[in-house]
């Protein structure tokens, strides 16, 4: 499969950094995204919730100052994991924070993206879905 037009020339390698439970984290996704990998991590990593504003804020202030600094460096988008389940408390908070930064990529995980698929278009964000099983 080719690689999609819009990720053409901001990736190094065509790899996305795995959204680890409990180990990912804005500093390594923002270590992925400079060396031109999608870093990504999940929401529910950022505790207690309010974090997660943080986290994102910090992601990408970090990789627009690097990316000033390294005119010719690729720099990665980054992705957040969505755990797109009723047993997901935190999903419209979570999403809602995603919205307000634009989020380059949703990953979601465990249901289909239908009941956040038009918040993350309405400003251009992407959705991967993460099949776990066939």
């Known amino acids: 499969m080719p690689l999609p037009s819009y990720l053409e020339g901001r990736l190094s390698l065509p790899l996305i950094g795995a959204p680890l439970f409990i180990v990912s984290n804005p500093d390594l996704v923002i270590e992925q995204c400079k060396a031109g990998i999608m870093g990504a991590f999940p929401a529910l990593n950022a505790r207690p919730p309010e974090m997660l504003d943080q986290w994102i804020g910090r992601i990408k202030s970090e990789l627009d100052t690097h990316a000033k600094a390294h005119p010719g460096a690729t720099v990665a988008p980054f992705a957040v994991n969505q755990i797109v389940h009723r047993s997901n408390e935190r999903l419209e908070h ?41």
């Open 94 to 134: 979570d999403v809602d924070v995603c919205v307000k930064h634009e989020v380059p990529f949703i990953i979601s995980s465990l249901q289909a993206p239908t009941a956040i698929e038009r918040q993350i278009h309405s400003y251009g964000g992407r959705i991967y879905h993460d099949v776990t099983t066939i």
